[in-house]
């Protein structure tokens, strides 16, 4: 039994959901979204409530997910997604231009980034980057590339990392007596 699955969404006053051929689209103040869901799950949409079904137990996979979608469609068109990274280290920064993004992160050159569509980025400080955007799947990925160019370390804690991040430090080598 999928319980995210049977779960049944809310539709806020300010966002209208519509269902055509498997393809669900959401508007919202902040834009819209669209997603394909599997054939064998059907979503209705009613009384300003989305409900998910499934045609029988070999679909239970596709049923959450669907759900779950749908739920993060929503409220990204209402209230939008961010993630919060900061980089740790002499010299470690963050610059904004235009729309490219260029991380300084102890290499020999400064590595640029492309933002994608839909994506906005902003530096509060040379050390902190905020991401923002209505996608939660496109936000999370930008991120998580941004985290990937140098990833935290844990002997001295240098690298890019999210902002509630606790990396774990080791203790490294000790001398021998």
Known sequence: MSRIGNRVISIPSNVTVSVENNIVKVVG?????????????????????VTVTRKNDNYKNYHGTAN??????IIGVTEG??????????????????????????YSHPVEVVVPKGITIESPSNTELTIKGIDKCAVGEFAANVRKIRGP??????GIRYKDEHVRRKEGKKASK
């Not at 370390?153 to 240098?158: A, M, N, T, V």
Request: cysteine-free.
């Open 153 to 158: 370390e844990p002997y001295k804690g240098k």
């Open 68 to 73: 779950a979608l749908i739920q993060n469609m």
């Open 29 to 49: 103040p902040k834009g819209e979204l669209s997603t394909e869901v599997n054939k064998n799950i059907t979503v209705t949409v009613a009384d300003n409530k």
């Open 81 to 106: 997604y961010q993630k919060q990274l900061e980089a740790i280290g002499v010299g470690y920064r963050f610059q904004v231009k235009g729309t490219t993004l260029v991380v300084t992160a102890g």
